[in-house]
């Protein structure tokens, strides 16, 4: 039997894929065709809306992260941090797109970017707030049982408070691996002077891949005793 595929939800869109997801709101958030000045906006376009969209997601993980914490709930925090950092990493993996783009290219469609910057990225901003409060979260639930970074085992698996540790760690190197990256495209594509020239956008890049949200698990780690191995 043919199944039926009328629209059964509200709204306007021609089918129940097109009304849920929003596709003629999505695919028409693109420069159209005769609005474009070089072909590779959409290419532009696509890895930094579908940047924002990813980096929307992290952001909420992360903040639903945080709440569980507060509520003690430390193995759900965790699995949601790991979610975070599987969407940073996929942000981080479609910086391969713009690799397809020359110098060139990147600055013939510069007019139509206006002052615009990857700095003013609201998705970043929101992520950068909520790591900032995950780890005032995590150092208040330490605090309150009485310990502090420099007393977890990054080895001791059974304690969710070190479990989470560890993933707060991996979330700070996919953030790291992110700005890497990002600088490295920033150099072969945007045309920038090296790190070494001072004030430049390069150097600044370069220095914050060295940031970290939680520099106290960090430096905790420096001083952390292994577990026993047998
Ligand atoms: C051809 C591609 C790109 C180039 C040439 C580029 C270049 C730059 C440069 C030079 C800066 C330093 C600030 C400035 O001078 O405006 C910057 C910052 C930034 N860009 Fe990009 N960018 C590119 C793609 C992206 C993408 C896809 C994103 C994703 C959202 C992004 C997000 C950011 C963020 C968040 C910053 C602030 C730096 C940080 O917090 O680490 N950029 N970018």
């Not at 699995?79 to 950092?85: G, I, V």
């Not at 790591?131 to 007393?151: E, I, Q, Y």
Request: glycine share 6%; net charge neutral; proline share 6%.
């Amino acid at each position: 039997m043919k199944r039926d595929k009328s629209p059964t939800l509200p709204g306007s869109g021609a089918t129940d894929y097109a009304r849920y997801m929003r596709t003629d709101v999505l695919l028409g958030l693109q420069r159209q065709p005769d609005e474009v000045i070089h072909r590779d906006e959409l290419l532009f376009q696509v890895v930094h809306q579908s940047s924002e969209l990813w980096l929307k997601l992290a952001a909420a993980e992360v903040t639903e992260t945080t709440a569980r914490v507060t509520a003690g709930d430390l193995a759900t925090a965790q699995a949601l941090l790991t979610r975070a950092a599987l969407a940073v990493r996929l942000v981080t993996d479609q910086l391969e797109m713009l690799g397809h783009l020359s110098p060139g290219d990147f600055q013939a469609m510069q007019p139509a970017l206006g002052n615009g910057s990857g700095a003013e990225s609201p998705g970043w901003r929101h992520v950068q707030a909520a790591s900032r409060k995950l780890g005032r979260a995590f150092a208040d639930h330490l605090a309150a049982h009485g310990t502090t970074a420099v007393d977890l085992r990054p080895a001791d698996r059974a304690d969710p408070a070190c479990r989470l540790a560890e993933t707060m760690v991996e979330w700070d190197e996919r953030v790291a691996l992110w700005r890497f990256r990002h600088y490295q495209v920033a150099l072969r594509v945007g045309g920038h002077a090296p790190a070494s020239t001072p004030n430049s956008s390069a150097a600044v890049l370069a220095k914050l891949v060295e940031h970290r949200f939680f520099p106290e698990l960090w430096q905790a780690r420096l001083h952390s005793p292994g577990t026993d191995p047998l």
